[in-house]
């Protein structure tokens, strides 16, 4: 039985996006970065290394359609992604679209600049947009 949760500052930061094979999609509330948080729905993950082959093939699959889900809407000039995990230890994997031009570049987003939240109508059709290019 698993006994998947999300941990509080995951929900605190993020929206819920959609539900792919293994993770849930969630979007940071940081109008700075079109940023995408994946969480797979497995209890007690920490390392990439916890979850069995099967399921670290589908993370691969739900970040390459983040990365690419991103990449046709926002045409970044990168896409960065990592699972760091030092504040937050439930598993996670940020896939972050990044411009030469945006606040933080070319450092990390972490650190580098305050979030700015979305306005409620922004969030809202960030989501929808996100939701549609994930959904095909």
Same mark, same amino acid.
């Given at each position: ?8 500052? /995951? &929900?605190? @930061? ?15 509330? @940081?109008?700075n ?5 994946? *969480? ?16 670290? !093939?589908?993370? +691969? &699959?739900?970040?390459?359609?983040? !990365?690419r889900?991103? #990449?046709?809407?926002? #045409?970044?000039? #990168? ?7 030092? /504040?937050?230890?439930?598993?996670? *994997?940020? *896939?972050?679209?990044?411009? +030469?031009? @945006? ?10 600049? +305050? ?22």
């Amino acid at each position: 039985m698993n006994h998947w949760h999300l941990h509080p500052q /995951l &929900a605190d @930061d993020t929206a819920p996006v959609i539900e792919l094979p293994l993770c849930e999609v969630r979007l940071m509330d @940081d109008a700075n970065h079109p940023w995408l948080v994946l *969480v797979p729905r497995v209890a007690d993950m920490v390392e990439i290394i916890d979850l069995d082959g099967a399921q670290r !093939s589908q993370l +691969t &699959a739900d970040i390459d359609a983040a !990365s690419r889900a991103l #990449k046709a809407l926002f #045409k970044p000039h #990168k896409l960065n992604v990592a699972a760091l995990g030092n /504040l937050v230890p439930q598993l996670h *994997v940020h *896939v972050i679209a990044r411009y +030469t031009d @945006d606040i933080a570049w070319p450092r990390p987003v972490w650190g580098n600049a +305050t979030a700015r939240p979305y306005a409620p109508e922004q969030l809202i059709e960030r989501v929808n947009a996100l939701r549609g290019a994930l959904a095909r």
